[in-house]
């Protein structure tokens, strides 16, 4: 039988959980495709429940999640635009188009009644970290199965959650953690280099990556005032990623039953003098370090170079991509892209 659930209490303002779910029979079915499909589809039912990721890591049988949940706003009405573009983060384009004729058909007869019941069976399913864990892992299911052309059950029963308490040190700590497991694993030495963590996410230049970085730091207070601000921008992401790899490292170090050469490892992890070696250099990368981890420019980008360039490739095929996308060239981020453009690769259909 599974052990219970606990959930923060209804009036809470904010929530934050670490959730957990493994593959069936702990199968170890995940390779990079798997996981770059998972962590898009993550990015995707974030956004349409109105959750937000603070870390993340998937591993080839499992994965872990820490997310943060707010309370339903009291008194907000949402317009059946909004919902509309919530519905295309998940939805396919002829399910939107189903939505918003269903809608639009209620207002015209008159059936406001109806119209809103509709939209609730949808808002119902936002700011709840049960739904958001559930329909990720359904639509990962769906579509890992179709690849595989299997049948049958993916995970290994219910996931597992724990309640956090909403202070840095337990975000730190449970960040931390995370973002440690292909250290533990022994896949990587440094977990910049695993792909589908969210410090590497962060280090490769992910807004949302380094956005959840202020929120577990110290310098989240001054983002918030950014965004209030209405800027987009995240002001001082090397100190952020600076003082959080010093952290990471003093959290990741391996531990020993003893201080001789011939002392065992309890605990995999990094080696002390790596640890000290980042501590030495206040946690930062080195150019060439930086550009290795934005590498994926040059391996996912579809097309680079001059912002005419990338324009005139999607000129070319505008056909193929979403109407509502004007312009191919997007800028690339780090100061030495400066100039430069890419078109990223084209948004895998989700549903």
């Known amino acids: 039988m599974a052990s219970p659930r606990y959930f923060a209490d209804p009036l809470v303002p904010v929530a934050y959980y670490h959730c957990i779910s493994r593959v069936v029979e702990r199968r170890l079915a995940f390779g990079p495709e798997e996981k770059e499909q998972f962590v898009r589809l993550m990015r995707s039912y974030e956004g349409f429940c109105q959750v937000r990721v603070l870390s993340y890591c998937v591993m080839s049988n499992h994965f872990h999640i820490m997310v943060e949940v707010r309370k339903r706003p009291e008194g907000e009405v949402y317009s059946d635009a909004w919902l509309l573009k919530q519905a295309a983060l998940i939805y396919s384009k002829p399910a939107v188009r189903m939505l918003k004729e269903a809608l639009e058909t209620f207002r015209s007869q008159g059936h406001d009644a109806a119209a809103e019941e509709l939209k609730e ?22 579509w890992f199965n179709k690849r595989e052309n299997r049948k049958g ?9 724990v309640l956090l308490e909403g202070e840095l040190a337990t975000l730190s700590v449970m960040s931390a953690y995370i973002d440690l497991n292909p250290v533990r694993a022994g896949l990587v030495e440094d977990p910049k280099d695993y792909r589908w963590c969210s410090y590497a996410g962060a280090v490769a230049g992910g807004r949302k990556a380094l956005s959840a970085l202020y929120t577990i730091t110290n310098e989240h207070r001054a983002h918030e005032r950014n965004q209030q601000g209405g800027s987009q921008r995240i002001p001082g ?21 003893g201080h001789g050469s011939d002392s065992q490892v309890l605990r995999k992890g990094m080696k002390r003098e790596t640890v000290e070696q980042v501590r030495a250099e206040d946690g930062k990368l080195t150019l060439v370090e930086t550009l290795r981890h934005r590498v994926t420019y040059f391996t996912m980008g579809v097309a680079l170079g001059s912002r005419g360039f990338v324009d005139a490739f ?3 095929r505008r056909e193929q991509f979403d109407a ?24 895998v259909g989700v549903v």
């Open 153 to 161: 059950t993916l995970w290994e029963e219910r996931f597992t959650s």
């Open 237 to 257: 992401a090397a100190k952020v990623l600076s003082g959080y790899r010093v952290w990471l490292f003093g959290q990741g170090e391996e531990v020993r039953d």
């Open 324 to 347: 509502r996308r004007k312009r191919g060239a997007r800028p690339m981020r780090g100061g030495s892209f400066a100039g430069m453009f890419a078109f990223r690769a084209p948004r």
């Open 314 to 316: 999607f000129e070319a």
């Open 121 to 142: 069976k949808y808002l119902g399913r936002m700011w709840d970290v049960s739904q958001f864990m559930k329909e990720l892992k359904q639509r990962f299911s769906l």
